[in-house]
């Protein structure tokens, strides 16, 4: 009885360990949206205060041609 707990002890540690890594990676890929969420962000504003803001807003940039040039 005491090696079947021991091997349930075993098996319970390496379980955790699993959980453990992949908490860790999904904090790192929370980290990395955060930022690539700021960084979109940051250049919403630029292309807002360069294309919209420029005009008043009274004329529309056409995206897809910008991606083009």
């Known amino acids: 009885m005491d ?3 021991a091997q349930a002890y ?3 540690a ?3 360990m699993e959980l ?8 790192q890929n929370v980290d990395k949206m955060a930022r690539t ?3 979109v962000t940051s250049m919403t ?13 009274s004329r529309s ?3 897809a041609k910008l ?3």
Request: cysteine-free.
């Open 14 to 16: 390496s379980k955790m």
């Open 10 to 12: 075993a098996d319970l």
């Open 45 to 57: 504003r630029i292309f807002h205060g360069v294309y919209v803001g420029n005009n008043g807003g």
């Open 37 to 39: 969420d700021e960084e």
């Open 20 to 27: 453990h890594a992949s908490i860790a990676l999904l904090a």
């Open 67 to 69: 991606a083009l040039d």
């Open 61 to 63: 940039v056409d995206v």
């Open 3 to 5: 090696e079947e707990k």
